[in-house]
């Protein structure tokens, strides 16, 4: 259950699950951590992980949120559900998602049919095809965006 809480020193408020994602409290001040509401956050107990020793080949499609951390070349077809591509992962592919957030390295093209994230770090190569797209600072993109 989500308690929403109040820090009258700081004037901030932070939402809390009772959890880890407790803010940090330094001399008074309330530490937060930036995080766009959007991007989609992998759940352990739903998610299935591609190690980064596994190499797979082929057409990769689940009913669960998979998280890529080992080398996909193929295509991922996932359209109801999220792919995200860790940092350590490495995909070769054409990516259809309901959406997609990148860490890592894709080469290919990107379908996501809500949202693609390009995360600080990742290095992608290919078109992205989606209603929305995030960008940070120190993606590294070569290719086209449509946006439809």
């Avoid at 766009?36 to 980064?52: F, H, I």
């Avoid at 109801?80 to 093209?109: C, F, M, P, W, Y």
Wanted: proline fraction near 3%.
């Amino acid at each position: 259950m989500l308690k929403k809480t109040s820090y009258e020193d700081t004037g901030s408020e932070n939402v809390q699950s009772g959890t880890k994602s407790s803010p940090t409290i330094i001399n008074g001040d309330a530490i937060k951590v930036a995080r766009n509401e959007d991007m989609p956050l992998a759940q352990p107990n739903q998610t299935s992980v591609l190690g980064s020793t596994l190499v797979f080949k082929g057409e990769l499609s689940a009913d669960e949120e998979i998280l890529i951390e080992g080398t996909v070349e193929g295509t991922i077809a996932h359209h109801t559900k999220n792919v995200i591509v860790g940092k350590q992962g490495r995909v070769s592919a054409l990516i259809h998602a309901h959406s997609i957030t990148i860490h890592g390295k894709v080469e290919g093209d990107i379908h996501g049919d809500a949202l693609v994230a390009l995360i600080d770090g990742c290095e992608v190569t290919g078109n992205v095809f989606c209603p929305r797209i995030i960008m940070e600072d120190g993606a590294r993109f070569n290719g086209t965006i449509q946006m439809k």
